[in-house]
């Protein structure tokens, strides 16, 4: 059986974000143990089982997200990982639709290889955060929104992008706070840089200390900032030390997700899931 590490929300190896990907035969997915042992073993932050479904079903394909050490809701650059992996073997072609947790998620590679996403927009709650939440952070913070059931995450506002690119949480403190992770965010410091805005994730509780490219966040992250800046389409840059561009399109209540990806490693699992 095969297994492939893609590098998502980047167009060159070694950047982005690691997906491992597995493409396992039609049928029922083995048992929810064995692929959070495998995800485990695999250590990236995300692993993707996918298996086809048959004709006349709801999507074209079956589609589960595991972290090291549990099973999430959403994930943007394990999707568009196994995407890449479908169309750059030839197992599919033109648009993708994924069965989910989230609902039908579709994925669209363009000639250039490129990959569109179609997740639900998170809807976001302003909030006021309690004194855990900047003790956690050591920062100031200039606002906070729950981001729905889906996302699960805070996602919190900071004064500027140097204070993104530098913050330095106490990740014990970030995995004691009630949500699936932490979303830090501020407008781009420069009116010529090449993206809008830049974010971190930090994910401890769900065992990710720091995301290196968060699609799923993008989901909230693209109503935040479409509203300030007034554009329906931006570029994030999650500045993590991988780094990774996703492009957003906000259309109402579904955010549109752009990025590419390249396959680095390409290996056979010697015993399956």
């Not at 050490?69 to 993708?96: F, I, M, P, S, Y």
């Not at 952070?137 to 530098?166: C, M, P, W």
């Not at 781009?188 to 840089?193: C, L, R």
């Amino acid at each position: 059986m095969k297994i492939r590490i893609v590098d998502a929300f980047t167009d060159r190896p070694f950047a982005g974000n690691p997906a491992a990907v597995v493409l396992l035969d039609s049928g029922p997915f083995p048992g929810d143990d064995r692929l959070q042992r495998l995800a485990a073993e695999v250590n990236l932050s995300e692993t993707a089982y996918a298996h086809p479904l048959p004709d006349g079903a709801e999507a074209d394909w079956a589609l589960r997200w595991f972290t090291p050490a549990t099973e999430v809701n959403l994930c943007g650059h394990a999707t568009l990982a196994t995407a890449h992996v479908l169309h750059t073997t030839g197992t599919a072609t033109g648009a993708v639709r994924f069965a989910t947790r989230s609902g039908v998620l579709v994925a669209e590679t363009a000639e250039d290889g490129s990959v569109t996403l179609d997740f639900p927009t998170a809807p976001l709650t302003e909030t006021t955060p309690g004194d855990e939440v900047r003790a956690a952070l050591g920062a100031e913070v200039v606002s906070a929104y729950d981001t729905g059931e889906n996302v699960g995450d805070l996602l919190v506002e900071l004064t500027d992008e140097q204070t993104v690119r530098t913050l330095a949480p106490d990740l014990a403190a970030v995995a004691r706070l009630p949500h699936r992770g932490v979303i830090v965010t501020a407008r781009a410091a420069g009116a010529d840089a090449a993206y809008d805005y830049v974010s971190r994730f930090f994910g401890p509780a769900v065992g990710i200390d720091e995301d290196p490219v968060t699609g799923s966040a993008h989901t909230a992250l693209a109503p935040l900032w479409s509203a300030r800046l007034g554009r329906e389409t931006l570029t994030g840059l999650q500045a993590s030390a991988r780094t990774g561009l996703v492009r957003t399109t906000l259309r109402g209540d579904r955010t549109l997700l752009t990025g590419n990806a390249v396959t680095v490693i390409d290996g056979e699992l010697l015993t399956g899931p």
